[in-house]
């Protein structure tokens, strides 16, 4: 069982940045994918960003590439997604995930999730 824990989400204005952090406990971190997801209101859950469990490997949404960063800290067990020139269409719940798979596709490869942090861009 992995459990993930979100924190670094508040209001910005366009332009600005952002940093979430998610730390998961146990002993596994290095062995799991993890990811980032986002839900505005109104919408489906989606793909953001996810890091293989190697961290060798990355894959982006095209509408947050060249904006956002994801990395991971295995000694912490945590991921960093940092987000910059942030856009009023990014507000969202962001989801931190974990997956057994050695990377995030889509969100049938999720093993794990955290609670959500909201994320709000004023234009």
């Known amino acids: 069982q992995v459990q993930l824990v979100e924190s670094g989400g508040g209001l910005v204005q366009a332009g600005g940045s952002l940093r979430l952090s998610c730390t998961a406990s146990g002993r596994t971190f290095s062995s799991y994918a993890m990811g980032w997801f986002r839900q505005a209101p109104g919408k489906q859950r989606e793909f953001v960003v996810s890091?293989?469990?190697?961290?060798?490997?990355?894959r982006y949404a095209d509408s947050v590439k060249d904006r956002f960063t994801i990395s991971r800290d295995s000694a912490k067990n945590t991921v960093y997604l940092q987000m910059n020139s942030l856009k009023p269409e990014d507000t969202a719940v962001y989801y931190c995930a974990a997956s057994r798979q050695i990377q995030i596709i889509d969100i049938t490869s999720v093993n794990y999730w955290g609670q959500g942090t909201q994320v709000t861009v004023s234009s």
């Open positions: 890091i293989s469990w190697s961290g060798s490997s990355t």
